[in-house]
């Protein structure tokens, strides 16, 4: 345990499986805290199988799994319950995934686990809540983004949906609304509060997150899939194919950047045809202009982009594959990514807490 680190000392009981609570207890296990993994003894968590396997364990379960310490219980046994128990009065926090009713059949919900430890922290996540009318639906992520209106808004320009190999509804809404739901809790705990339960629904915490399309729907209008400001409705903010059949990501929403764009570019006509001075967004200008800056980026190459792009500073850079970025000098300088070798299997990435802490 490294006491520089903020959650020294706290100590997390995981009963998660697959992707949202793994990942959230492996950042707290990033920031110090002591994290269990408990897994039952058969199976255990369904992510060991799933994907690549190596060492009869899948690098799923290894790249969301690191820091902690693994044991079996069989839960539906009553003398390995009471172990569970009894861990549970010297924990900090408890966090599960099961179907809602679940730890309540197995006599581990919420007011018996309270009654062993008052201070305790109890996060459940789950894909629509722990009540209302789909608390006992199964569900992926595609499931809750769909139902939150994110998936329709990620669509290419002709309005079909594109799915994110960023899965949104397990790592913005299971994993990082989790984090952020024990976290307040651990603090209310610590300055002398009583424990609680924190309710996180997958589904709920993507809504709340689709800021864009609410700001349009509260102006009185809808965003268009594949033609809002962000989502393609402008060429200053958009993706564009390089010769070599690469792309470049032009990020220039500020007038001032696009104007420097439009330099590098050697177009100093277009600079009137930012969207700031008028153009309507996702408008026939806009498409047209889409289509020049189509044929200007399609004459050289991602690397001949890059390089003139680089010291420009207005938001324009290369779309990098992730072993291109895995070796890019940007995550080194921030210690973000290190190769480890895995015995005699040659050798593979770890990727490193994202947060930071200096004392």
């Known amino acids: 345990m490294d006491a520089a680190l903020p959650l020294a000392g706290i100590r997390v009981l995981d009963l998660t499986r697959l992707l949202p609570g793994p990942a959230a207890t492996m950042h707290l296990a990033d920031m110090g805290a002591h994290v269990i993994k408990i897994e039952d003894p ?18 799923f379960f290894v790249a969301v799994n690191r820091g902690k310490q693994f044991i079996r219980l069989d839960l539906k046994d009553a003398a390995q319950r009471e172990q569970l128990l009894a861990m549970v009065e010297q924990a900090d926090v408890l966090v599960e995934s099961f179907r809602p009713g679940v730890m309540e059949k197995l006599g581990l919900d919420w007011p ?14 789950s894909g629509y809540g722990q009540d209302g009318p789909y608390a006992q639906l199964a569900g992926h992520d595609i499931n809750y983004i769909g139902y939150a209106g994110m998936l329709e808004q990620s669509a290419g320009a002709d309005g079909v949906p594109v799915l994110s190999n960023l899965q949104v509804g397990d790592l913005l809404g299971g994993a990082q609304s989790a984090l952020q739901g024990m976290l307040a809790a651990l603090v209310a705990v610590k300055m002398g509060g009583a424990g ?15 800021v864009m399309p609410l700001v349009a729907i509260n102006d009185g209008r809808a ?34 950047f696009w104007r420097a764009c439009c330099d590098v570019l050697e177009r100093p006509d277009l600079k009137p045809r930012h969207w700031q001075l008028g153009q309507e967004i996702g408008g026939a200008d806009a498409l047209a202009l889409k289509a020049e800056l189509d044929a200007i980026f399609g004459a050289r190459t991602l690397a001949e982009w890059s390089a003139l792009f680089e010291p420009a500073d207005c938001c324009v850079t290369p779309v990098l594959r992730t072993a291109e970025a895995l070796e890019h000098p940007l995550f080194k300088a921030r210690a973000m990514t290190g190769q480890r070798r895995h015995d005699t299997e040659g050798w593979h990435w770890a990727v490193a807490q994202p947060v930071k802490f200096a004392l």
């Open 42 to 59: 058969g199976a255990g968590d369904y992510a060991r199988a799933m994907g690549p396997v190596r060492k009869e364990v899948s690098q």
């Open 112 to 125: 018996r686990l309270r009654q062993r430890n008052p201070k305790l922290v109890m996060c459940s996540i």
């Open 196 to 210: 609680r339960h924190v309710d996180v629904s997958m589904t709920d915490a993507v809504l709340a997150h689709n």
């Open 223 to 256: 965003a268009v899939p594949g033609r809002a400001l962000l989502t393609g409705g402008v060429p200053c903010y958009n993706v564009y194919r390089t010769s070599d059949g690469r792309h470049m990501a032009v990020g220039a929403l500020e007038l001032k």
